[in-house]
């Protein structure tokens, strides 16, 4: 029984000790600059006519990011049907009211790291539309690192 515990005991610590790495090696991966994600001043603009599929970024949270904007563009968009899972439900409501955009730019200003692998990405957005008031103005995504994949959580808006 001695030995059954120790052997139980040591698979716990070595668990323990697997986990704090991953948690560690995460924390560091994020950025938390611009300039970390490679894109100081670089400005990023969708078009409804022009949307293409794929991403040429390095930066997975831009990609996430561009796609969940593609969407809020054109929720029939190729690639959206398989991304859905990385972002708010609300960007694939239907309701001409809300004034869906069909041209969107955006600035990254900052990055914030939050609790976990949780990360704020501050953008400064264009917009021809509405679109709940999330993409004129200083736009944050709020990001979260889950089964490999970047996620859109949530994204808000500060007023100027």
């Known amino acids: 029984m001695k030995k059954f515990l120790s052997i139980a005991s040591l698979c716990l610590l070595l668990a ?3 986990e704090t790495e991953t948690n560690k090696s995460r924390e560091q991966s994020q950025p938390s600059a611009p300039q970390e994600l ?4 670089k400005k990023f603009s969708f078009s409804k006519e022009t949307l293409a599929e794929g991403c040429t970024e390095e930066s997975n949270i831009l990609c996430t ?8 563009i054109n929720p029939d968009f190729s690639e959206c049907a398989s ?3 990385q972002m708010p439900d609300f960007i694939f ?4 009211s809300l004034g869906r955009p069909t041209e969107i730019t955006y600035q ?3 990055l914030k790291s939050l609790e976990g692998t949780a990360v ?3 953008t ?9 008031g999330l993409c004129n103005g200083n736009i944050i995504y709020v990001m979260d690192f889950q089964n490999n994949n970047w996620v859109v959580k949530d994204i808000y808006a500060l007023a100027d």
Do not use: P, R
């Open 108 to 110: 990254v200003q900052k």
């Open 65 to 72: 990011i561009n796609m969940a904007l593609k969407c809020t």
């Open 83 to 85: 991304h859905k899972g």
């Open 38 to 41: 490679g894109i100081e001043d």
């Open 120 to 122: 704020e990405v501050y």
């Open 124 to 132: 400064n957005s264009q917009c021809d539309g509405n679109w709940f």
């Open 16 to 18: 323990a000790c697997f």
């Open 93 to 96: 409501m239907v309701d001409d």
